[in-house]
C-alpha cells in the first residue's frame, strides 16, 4: 500500500512569515499534486509536478518535487490570512493506475 | 470553478437505506473517480471509470457500486447503509489519465 505522510499536520503561524509543508512516501509516484480544500468544498488543484527534481511557482507558493518522485515540499513565502485551509499533496501512479493516493493533510492556520 | 458537478449537495438518511450519488465529469473528460471523506480515513480512492468501463477499484465496500454512462456522467450507489458510511463523497474527472479536477462533494448523513 502506498501511503503519503504529511508534516506538520498542524500548523499556525503569523502573517507574515514564511512555512514549508513536507509529503514523503517510500514509493514513487508518476506525478504528485497539491491540493487546498476549504471546509464542506471539494479539493481545489493548486499544481501537478511530474519531473523528478521539478520546481513550480505559484506567486508566493513554491513547490518542489524530489529527485527520486518519492517526495515533495511546499513553500509559502510571507503567508497571509487567504492562505487559511488544508493542504493535500496526492501521488498518482503510470497510465492505468491513475488512482490518487492522498497525504494525511496539514491544516494551516494564519493569524491576522 | 472545476466544471465537475455533483448532486445532490447534501443527503439525509437512515440505516439500511439506499442512496445514489450523481457526477458529471468536465467536458470533454473521460475518467471519473470516486473518493470518500471522513475525519478518521482522510481522502480513500473507491473506484474509477474510463469511458464506460472499470478501471481501478480501491477501498470500496460490496454495499457500494458505481457505474459511468454513455454519456459519461457517473453514479454512486450506496446501499444498506451504516452510520459509518456518513462522509462527504467527491467525484473527481481527467481527460485520460493525469490531473483529476474535483467536485463540489455530497455531504451523506447516516441517521
Known amino acids: 500500500t502506498q501511503l503519503l505522510e504529511q508534516s506538520p499536520q498542524f500548523l499556525s503561524i503569523q502573517e507574515g512569515e514564511n512555512l514549508t509543508v513536507y509529503c514523503n512516501s517510500s514509493?514513487?509516484?508518476?506525478?504528485l499534486q497539491w491540493y487546498r480544500q476549504e471546509p464542506g468544498e471539494g479539493p481545489v488543484l493548486l499544481v501537478t509536478?511530474?519531473?523528478?527534481?521539478e520546481v513550480k511557482k505559484l506567486k508566493r507558493l513554491t513547490f518542489q518535487f524530489g529527485d527520486a518522485r518519492k517526495d515533495s515540499s511546499l513553500h509559502i513565502t510571507a503567508a497571509q490570512p487567504g492562505d487559511t485551509g488544508l493542504y493535500l499533496c496526492a501521488g498518482a501512479g503510470n497510465f492505468g493506475n491513475e488512482k490518487l493516493t492522498f497525504g494525511t493533510g496539514t491544516r494551516l492556520t494564519i493569524i491576522p | 470553478d472545476s466544471g465537475v458537478t455533483q448532486t445532490p449537495k447534501h443527503l439525509i438518511t437512515a440505516t439500511g437505506q439506499r442512496v445514489t450519488l450523481r457526477c458529471s465529469p468536465r467536458?470533454?473528460?473521460?475518467?471519473v473517480y470516486w473518493y470518500q471523506q471522513s475525519l478518521d480515513q482522510g481522502l480513500q480512492f473507491l473506484i474509477q471509470y474510463y469511458n464506460g468501463e472499470e478501471r481501478a477499484k480501491g477501498n470500496i465496500l460490496e454495499r457500494f457500486s458505481a457505474q459511468q454512462f454513455p454519456d459519461l456522467h457517473s453514479e454512486l450507489n450506496l446501499s444498506s447503509l451504516e452510520l459509518g458510511d456518513s462522509a462527504l463523497y467527491f467525484c473527481a474527472s481527467s481527460l485520460s489519465g493525469g490531473t483529476q479536477y474535483f467536485g463540489p462533494g455530497t455531504r451523506l448523513t447516516v441517521l
Open positions: 467536458s470533454g473528460d473521460l475518467s
Open positions: 514509493s514513487v509516484f508518476s506525478s
Open positions: 509536478v511530474v519531473t523528478g527534481g
